[in-house]
């Protein structure tokens, strides 16, 4: 992306780009739609309007699965997927390693035909489509891509937004949302046949007009998303808690601690539930679907305040960018969780020296111990960290920080220091930025897309050593000095919080800057680490093995698709370790993988 579009995209939350199909490309896609034009269904009229005068029209046409379409007919849009004028832009606005979330759609308009009242502008904020502008660098957890194949002027209806929304920290007024007073911030963007529109689907405030032409109105909808981000997907089974996870780690939980372990995904269909506490504070399997508002006055807009957090809790959490919460767990509960950890010692993996402190001196020494399987322990030696799984504590407060419907992304981990373990170099504070765990604030509320929640079953006191943090490095725009990050020369600014045995830490993972330093304490060091996620984020778990396009898409629809397609094919995961290859183009305008 040149300077210009740059500067556009930042400041409105759209681009278009002209002239990208040849007159023939446009024709050859137009053939396919006439080949399944008695396929488009006509929806429900009012379905998008809501209720709306200056919407209403007749149902909105749709056609899904074009990419599965016989040949030659499924070929315009396999090549739409990875055009270079996609690629090279989403490699900016997404990030490299973006992919296809859903799509794409037909909408085929005809006069008449209903308009979509407007939504975005984070009403409700969700990370995977959240807009955020770091270190000079903008990026956009969800941008849809739409190819115009026909015509579309001023007044004619179709794709409409309000330009700069996606900075906007008030509510959208009702009257802009169904149009009915749009107070004249309302833009219909003119565009001809084979031109290519992008704007942040969620970020940016957008709907459409009722079709006013005599023309057809033909657009072709790719939903694309961060490496790291989920917006739909393509079954419900991928995100079952005995699919996601595998069924020897579910089994025996309890409804309560199932809902935690569903897989990543917004468009679930009622599937997933959150939860929520009673008036004793007993965690409850709450009637709200994850991830969507109970009706249109909750629909984010900051006109309902979130409980669960007070206001000393929730000034300190936006301040610093982690919480202690002290006593969490009884005396009985930390001695059950000890035995645990005590009764499988012989399982404790340690690691390589000086592996984590990467060459600093500050942070030396021997390799980290550690244990994984926590939940998979034999009775009843899981039920202790089970019960850490979505215990009150927990569920009030990620209700808040992480939103309804949180999950569980990977962990519980055991990190088991002795006395001369080494310590792990600083991260985070977006360095490189991932909206997966980026931090943001609107509408007086704050959202976080990756928190830790660190269980501690041993005193930690000051000098010990164990987590170090950077408070309030979550909302730097600066990046980490390499003295910081290595501990050497740490300016001052590091700070190691004190806990006793029974508190339950909470920190920003990826947007505030932290880390260990080494172990000095006598006392063995042990902190259970769960790493939730909103429901719309992936970090890393279990993903690895159902990303691959034939898994999360299906074999019908990757099949006979170039590498390149494919690499835009795979499922959600952040931590892939280079198994998930990007997209690049090279000098003569060809796009080709990169690893």
Known sequence: MDERELYFWDLTGHLIVRDVLTPDEVAAANEAIDYCQSKIPEREAGLGAKGSRALAGTGRLEV???????????????????????????????????????????????????????????????????????????????????????????????????????????AMPDGVRTCDEDMGVVTQPAMKAGDVLFFMDGAQTHGTHPWRSERPRRSILFKYAARSCVRGVPTQDLFLPQVWWGEETVEGMTEEQRAVMFGPGIHHGGAVKALALDERGTVQVDGLQAGFPRDAQEAGRGRKKRTGMDERELYFWDLTGHLIVRNVLTPEDIAAANRAIDDHSGQIQVGEDNRGARGSSALRGTGRPTLHGLLELPRPFCEPFRKMLAHPAVVSRLNVMCGKGFRLDHGPLLIAGVKGTEGLTLHGAGEPHRSHVAYHHQNGVPYCGGVTVTWQLTDVNEGDGGFVCVPGSHKSSRAMPDGVRTCDEDMGVVTQPAMKAGDVLFFMDGAQTHGTHPWRSERPRRSILFKYAARDSVRGGPAKDLSPPEVWWGEETVDGMTEEQRAVMFGPYSNHYGAVPALGVDEDGTVQVER
């Open 64 to 170: 899904h699965g074009l990419m599965e379409l016989p040949r030659p007919f499924c070929e315009p849009f396999r090549k739409m997927l990875t055009h270079p004028a996609v690629v090279s832009r989403l490699n900016v606005m997404c990030g490299k390693g973006f992919r296809l979330d859903h799509g794409p759609l037909l909408i085929a308009g005809v006069k008449g035909t209903e308009g979509l009242t407007l939504h975005g502008a984070g009403e409700p904020h969700r990370s995977h489509v959240a807009y955020h502008h770091q270190n000079g660098v903008p990026y956009c957890g969800g941008v849809t891509v739409t190819w115009q194949l026909t015509d579309v002027n001023e007044g004619d209806g179709g794709f409409v937004c309000v330009p700069g929304s996606h900075k906007s920290s008030r």
